[in-house]
């Protein structure tokens, strides 16, 4: 009787037991942090030499949101958002859908449109940052395409603003590009292709069968794209420092995560306060994004379900 | 007679327009696949060029007839980069051996054994999916650094370990098993970790092979974390390596030096996913978005 006690305690145990090497790891890199970038974020004054503080309130957020440099990244974060993940979105779709009408090459061309994918972003970056880049010897590979075709040559990486920015875009666009066409081309290629026959039949024209029955079908896809896309372009970092190097301040590019890690970290770090306010109102922002990108979401999928019944 | 030529004019006509659109289609796929490939091209025409031809040329070429390899023998010898690739190896073997190890105990335990409060904490365990790393580095920056780990492998690679998406997907595909296997391996008096292990690993090895993969690519890319955490070169990872290289570079400015690094660095991810590409690019649909 006691023997089948012991062995009952034992199997309820044993579960935990798997499942510890987990929770230690996740408890001591996730939970516990999550709690404690919150604390950090309202004691106000903290030291990292002598880790005290003087007092709690919102102090942290104050200085963060006045901060020009602060400014200026979430300025660049939003630039980069609104342009990139429009353009990523819908040029994956038309690639997708070329990649779906035809059959030659189709696998040749979906292995080298993945290729970005991976590929080291640091490493990547510092070929488009040469073919970009002007020197003394050479005005770089972009700039003799643009004088090719009578444009003038800038300075892509050290000089204006809207240029550098150009850059960023596009390597972003770049490296975000195959997961959009893997997704995009597995969503289209599960598409009924009855519906397609029973269209044709009808004397449906292509247009129409694309908003009709493809992007219907495909909707939650796009939607899943565009959420993920916003939060993944949200926190660009590595690609920016990859173009333009540590410095990002000095090169007026710097993004919400690099301002985070400039503040935790290097030359202008120390100040794990600033940088926990800032990672919260990152948190927030992408937050707020993504609810309102579901609740459109769902909005409009109930309107197309609707609109089949007509 | 004449509604019959209409209809094969009309024919002819739908003939040629498809044609003009898969005309086009073909253009701008094309097109793509020039934009996609011609960095890689880049760097690898730029690193077999010599130092002077390269920066003799205003107009650069986009090939070369003298091919050298002394591009390379700088990249392994004037910068570390043999230790930056020993260190990546190192740091990717055991993160994603010890990733393994705790992502099929976990996934084993919320697929199989039964436990009071099992559906709770999972779903606790799902919430943790949607923190972002930014939220939670801050923290690890100063615990890694109170432990006095910085410039250390475990340093590296211990915030790195634990992978709540990963261990959902293996759970996922563990509860396709199904019971009857458990109950009838139970009946026959084999214990848990021999089940897990005979029965349960053995057919679910593809996704597992998936999660080493995505693991292995995400270590080999790893950037943020290892330059918070690392500011002595001895434990630089690849990513590092190649911005210390971008900054303090060789020197001098040699650009044909710093394309054969990038080529070194990134051959191998090319090389696993030619080989891998089908399991990859599942997985990753799967779910994966890239990570930084």
Same mark, same amino acid.
């Given at each position: 009787?006691?023997?089948?006690?012991?062995?009952?305690?034992?199997?309820?145990?044993?579960?935990?037991?798997?499942?510890?090497?987990?929770?230690?790891?996740?408890?001591?890199?996730?939970?516990?942090?999550?709690?404690?970038?919150?604390?950090?974020?309202?004691?106000?004054?903290?030291?990292?030499?002598?880790?005290?503080?003087?007092?709690?309130?919102?102090?942290?957020?104050?200085?963060?949101?006045?901060?020009?440099?602060?400014?200026?990244?979430?300025?660049?974060?939003?630039?980069?958002?609104?342009?990139?993940?429009?353009?990523?979105?819908?040029?994956?779709?038309?690639?997708?859908?070329?990649?779906?009408?035809?059959?030659?090459?189709?696998?040749?061309?979906?292995?080298?449109?993945?290729?970005?994918?991976?590929?080291?972003?640091?490493?990547?970056?510092?070929?488009?940052?040469?073919?970009?880049?002007?020197?003394?010897?050479?005005?770089?590979?972009?700039?003799?395409?643009?004088?090719?075709?009578?444009?003038?040559?800038?300075?892509?990486?050290?000089?204006?603003?809207?240029?550098?920015?150009?850059?960023?875009?596009?390597?972003?666009?770049?490296?975000?590009?195959?997961?959009?066409?893997?997704?995009?081309?597995?969503?289209?290629?599960?598409?009924?292709?009855?519906?397609?026959?029973?269209?044709?039949?009808?004397?449906?024209?292509?247009?129409?069968?694309?908003?009709?029955?493809?992007?219907?079908?495909?909707?939650?896809?796009?939607?899943?794209?565009?959420?993920?896309?916003?939060?993944?372009?949200?926190?660009?970092?590595?690609?920016?420092?990859?173009?333009?190097?540590?410095?990002?301040?000095?090169?007026?590019?710097?993004?919400?995560?690099?301002?985070?890690?400039?503040?935790?970290?290097?030359?202008?770090?120390?100040?794990?306060?600033?940088?926990?306010?800032?990672?919260?109102?990152?948190?927030?922002?992408?937050?707020?994004?993504?609810?309102?990108?579901?609740?459109?979401?769902?909005?409009?999928?109930?309107?197309?379900?609707?609109?089949?019944?007509? | 007679?004449?509604?019959?030529?209409?209809?094969? &004019?009309?024919? *002819?006509?739908?003939?040629? /327009?498809?044609?003009?659109?898969?005309?086009?289609?073909?253009? =701008? !796929? @094309? +097109?793509?696949?020039?934009?996609?490939?011609?960095?890689?091209?880049?760097?690898?025409?730029?690193?077999?060029?010599?130092?002077?031809?390269?920066?003799?040329?205003?107009?650069?070429?986009?090939?070369?007839?003298?091919?050298?390899?002394?591009?390379?023998?700088?990249?392994?010898?004037?910068?570390?980069?043999?230790?930056?690739?020993?260190?990546?190896?190192?740091?990717?073997?055991?993160?994603?051996?010890?990733?393994?190890?705790?992502?099929?105990? &976990?996934?084993? *335990?919320?697929?199989?054994? /039964?436990?009071?409060?099992?559906?709770?904490?999972?779903?606790? =365990? !799902? @919430? +943790?999916?949607?923190?972002?790393?930014?939220?939670?580095?801050?923290?690890?920056?100063?615990?890694?650094?109170?432990?006095?780990?910085?410039?250390?492998?475990?340093?590296?690679?211990?915030?790195?370990?634990?992978?709540?998406?990963?261990?959902?997907?293996?759970?996922?595909?563990?509860?396709?098993?199904?019971?009857?296997?458990?109950?009838?391996?139970?009946?026959?008096?084999?214990?848990?970790?021999?089940?897990?292990?005979?029965?349960?690993?053995?057919?679910?090895?593809?996704?597992?092979?998936?999660?080493?993969?995505?693991?292995?690519?995400?270590?080999?890319?790893?950037?943020?974390?290892?330059?918070?955490?690392?500011?002595?070169?001895?434990?630089?990872?690849?990513?590092?390596?190649?911005?210390?290289?971008?900054?303090?570079?060789?020197?001098?400015?040699?650009?044909?030096?710093?394309?054969?690094?990038?080529?070194?660095?990134?051959?191998?991810?090319?090389?696993?996913?030619?080989?891998?590409?089908?399991?990859?690019?599942?997985?990753?649909?799967?779910?994966?978005?890239?990570?930084?």
């Amino acid at each position: 009787m006691e023997r089948e006690t012991d062995k009952m305690k034992r199997a309820d145990l044993k579960p935990f037991l798997y499942l510890l090497p987990a929770f230690v790891f996740l408890g001591i890199f996730m939970v516990y942090p999550l709690f404690d970038v919150l604390i950090y974020s309202l004691e106000e004054g903290y030291n990292s030499a002598s880790q005290t503080f003087h007092g709690v309130g919102l102090y942290n957020y104050r200085y963060v949101l006045r901060d020009p440099y602060f400014l200026s990244a979430l300025q660049n974060t939003f630039i980069l958002v609104i342009i990139t993940v429009p353009v990523s979105t819908g040029l994956s779709l038309l690639i997708s859908l070329g990649l779906n009408s035809i059959q030659k090459f189709r696998d040749f061309l979906q292995t080298v449109f993945f290729l970005p994918y991976v590929t080291n972003t640091l490493a990547v970056g510092l070929v488009f940052m040469i073919l970009f880049k002007k020197t003394p010897y050479s005005d770089g590979f972009v700039n003799l395409i643009i004088q090719f075709f009578g444009g003038r040559s800038v300075d892509f990486i050290e000089g204006p603003y809207w240029a550098k920015m150009t850059v960023i875009c596009l390597y972003t666009i770049w490296i975000v590009m195959p997961f959009k066409i893997l997704i995009l081309t597995s969503a289209l290629a599960s598409v009924d292709p009855m519906l397609y026959k029973a269209a044709q039949i009808d004397g449906t024209s292509r247009l129409r069968m694309f908003f009709r029955i493809t992007l219907p079908m495909i909707s939650p896809m796009i939607f899943y794209l565009i959420i993920t896309g916003f939060i993944g372009a949200f926190k660009a970092y590595s690609d920016v420092v990859a173009i333009f190097g540590v410095n990002l301040n000095a090169a007026g590019m710097n993004t919400i995560v690099g301002y985070i890690y400039d503040m935790l970290y290097g030359d202008s770090g120390g100040y794990p306060s600033f940088a926990s306010a800032a990672a919260l109102i990152l948190f927030v922002i992408v937050l707020t994004i993504t609810v309102i990108n579901l609740m459109v979401s769902r909005r409009n999928s109930s309107s197309l379900k609707g609109g089949s019944y007509e | 007679m004449s509604e019959m030529k209409k209809y094969t &004019a009309s024919q *002819a006509e739908e003939k040629r /327009k498809a044609g003009i659109r898969r005309a086009v289609t073909g253009f =701008f !796929l @094309a +097109l793509w696949a020039v934009i996609v490939l011609f960095p890689f091209y880049w760097m690898v025409l730029t690193s077999l060029k010599s130092y002077s031809s390269y920066n003799s040329e205003y107009i650069p070429k986009l090939y070369t007839l003298s091919p050298t390899l002394q591009n390379y023998r700088d990249a392994f010898t004037a910068v570390p980069l043999g230790q930056y690739f020993l260190n990546t190896l190192i740091f990717t073997v055991i993160t994603t051996a010890l990733m393994l190890v705790v992502t099929v105990l &976990a996934a084993y *335990a919320f697929a199989r054994l /039964k436990f009071p409060g099992k559906n709770v904490l999972f779903t606790l =365990f !799902l @919430a +943790l999916m949607m923190i972002p790393t930014e939220l939670v580095i801050i923290t690890n920056f100063v615990t890694i650094t109170d432990w006095n780990l910085r410039n250390t492998f475990p340093g590296l690679i211990l915030p790195s370990v634990a992978s709540v998406f990963y261990i959902y997907l293996l759970k996922e595909n563990f509860e396709q098993v199904p019971e009857d296997l458990y109950l009838a391996a139970k009946v026959d008096g084999t214990s848990d970790m021999r089940y897990l292990f005979r029965v349960m690993i053995p057919i679910c090895r593809p996704t597992i092979v998936t999660i080493t993969i995505l693991k292995i690519i995400e270590c080999w890319n790893a950037y943020v974390w290892p330059r918070l955490i690392t500011d002595n070169q001895a434990y630089f990872l690849v990513s590092n390596g190649i911005q210390e290289i971008r900054e303090n570079g060789f020197g001098r400015e040699n650009i044909p030096a710093m394309m054969a690094a990038v080529v070194v660095i990134s051959a191998p991810l090319i090389v696993l996913f030619l080989i891998f590409r089908k399991r990859i690019m599942e997985g990753v649909s799967r779910g994966g978005t890239k990570g930084a």
